[in-house]
């Protein structure tokens, strides 16, 4: 069960920034977008077009507009992938429901990004059974975040994924990570000292550890590999 935080009913008015916070200390985690966030954007450029359809059944039901973006990249494409989505959440189960593949999969990404905890989880749980590269960064934002329930189903879910494409990700958003590692401090800091004396056992600690643990293994693997052909030529 989610014990934090309460959730937005959906006649209520608010603050994007009232109960989901992407400034936490003096870190600020997101880019504030000029106009209304385009949810294509935080997909390889090959899916947006189907995106922007998805998207488009959605948004003509939202209760406000996204307006800020947290940056990473996927083969070597930078993504700008909406912070929080104000779909309505019946909607998009109904969306979820009823279809498939490569859709159910992005209707998926956009649901870890709405204001309710509930679905977000629901989203990762749908995620966390695919090995696309691109569905990577929506797994791992959440555990970045103060829902500690969803962050702790992050940081199990993740350990079969494929580790050199884990891996690669590391190598290609260091910047990225080194704010999600102060993000995890801050909320850990705030929310979860008391729960989690020990930093390390604060689930984002464990995400974070086993990003960088198999990054460093596959800097070994490449080391040892190197050596090998070294010593045959």
């Not at 985690?29 to 998805?54: H, K, M, Q, W």
Request: hydrophobic share 35%; net charge positive; proline share 4%.
């Amino acid at each position: 069960m989610l014990t934090r935080p309460a959730e937005i009913g959906q006649n209520q008015s608010f603050s994007s920034r009232d109960r989901y916070p992407s400034t936490l200390g003096n870190f600020v985690f997101t880019t504030i977008c000029e106009t209304r966030c385009d949810e294509s954007a935080g997909f390889p450029s090959y899916l947006r077009p189907l995106v922007r359809n998805v998207a488009a059944l959605l948004a003509c039901t939202e209760i406000h507009v996204p307006s800020e973006v947290f940056m990473v990249k996927i083969d070597h494409e930078t993504l700008q992938i909406p912070y929080r989505l104000y779909y309505n959440r019946e909607l998009l189960r109904l969306r979820l429901h009823t279809s498939y593949g490569i859709k159910k999969l992005v209707l998926a990404c956009l649901g870890t990004r709405h204001y309710d905890g509930y679905l977000r989880q629901q989203c990762l749980r749908y995620l966390l059974r695919s090995e696309a590269c691109w569905v990577f960064p929506y797994i791992v934002q959440l555990a970045g975040e103060y829902v500690v329930e969803i962050a702790d189903e992050v940081a199990e879910g993740i350990v079969d994924r494929d580790s050199s494409s884990i891996a690669e990700f590391v190598r290609q958003n260091s910047d990225y990570l080194a704010t999600f590692g102060r993000r995890v401090t801050s909320y850990w800091n705030e929310y979860y000292r008391r729960a989690y004396p020990c930093r390390d056992h604060y689930p984002g600690s464990k995400v974070l550890a086993h990003l960088n643990a198999q990054s460093d293994a596959a800097i070994q693997r490449g080391a040892e590999s190197g050596q090998k052909r070294t010593v045959n030529q």
